[in-house]
């Protein structure tokens, strides 16, 4: 994919622009000098919360920085799937309500009262329907998601031991797996794919790895892990690799 790729995990993709605007003296000044206090802490948090012109003005500045020389930020969908190879035909799918209960009526078919344990967990596609869940990091990302539906565990242990035992047995026919894709830039902050914008944490990400470099002395840092959930289905042509459970620490 010809494409420049922002990736939270290599500072090698991190442009001079970037380290120019944390490490321009006089704002290197101010983080260093308060890198423990009021303003170093405003960078976790969310915009409405940020009262510090200084902070404020910094993050909008990476932002901006982001959006002119990144066409893209590499990001990873963890999941257990019985066919890994298909994501890279398909894309990855979003979860809608109908794909998922269509699936756990096959699978818990014939246990008591399942369409009222899916009645009743039909609240999980007020948060999740038509959505999929990314990480910008691959190395802080949670691995909760590499064992498999999250709505199916949910609805599984309302119907018992006979439909955890089905799910466990699915579960154990598939492979824990990390796709990576490259996500446009524009999606961080078009509300009709995603419900607020991303772009804030990203910078935010940015600036503390930066600051974290620096003050070791050696590319070093730690990132926050955060959902970048968006609500379309991710092209297959934007799904470049697969990085398999064994492989991914």
Partial sequence: MNCSVLNLDDPNTWTNSLRDAVYDESTWHILNDDCAGEKFQELRSSPEYVSDPFIRSLRYK????????????????????????????????????????????????????????????????????????????????PKCYLEGSHYLSMLSGRLGEKAHERLSQKNRLGQSVFFVSHLPIRWLEDLNIVRDSYMWSISSSLIKALVSIRENDADEYELSPFAIVVFASIPSENVVSIIPEETSD
Avoid: N, Q, W
């Fill in 62 to 141: 990476v932002e901006a920085i982001i959006r002119s020389e990144y066409t893209h930020i590499k990001v990873f969908h963890a999941c257990r799937t019985e066919y890994p190879s298909a994501y890279l035909k398909h894309g990855i799918l979003s979860s809608t309500k109908e794909r998922l209960e269509s699936t756990a009526r096959e699978l818990f078919e014939g246990l008591p009262d399942l369409e009222k344990s899916i009645e009743h967990c039909s609240s999980y596609f007020d948060m999740y329907g038509g959505s999929v869940s990314l990480y910008a990091t691959h190395r802080f990302a």
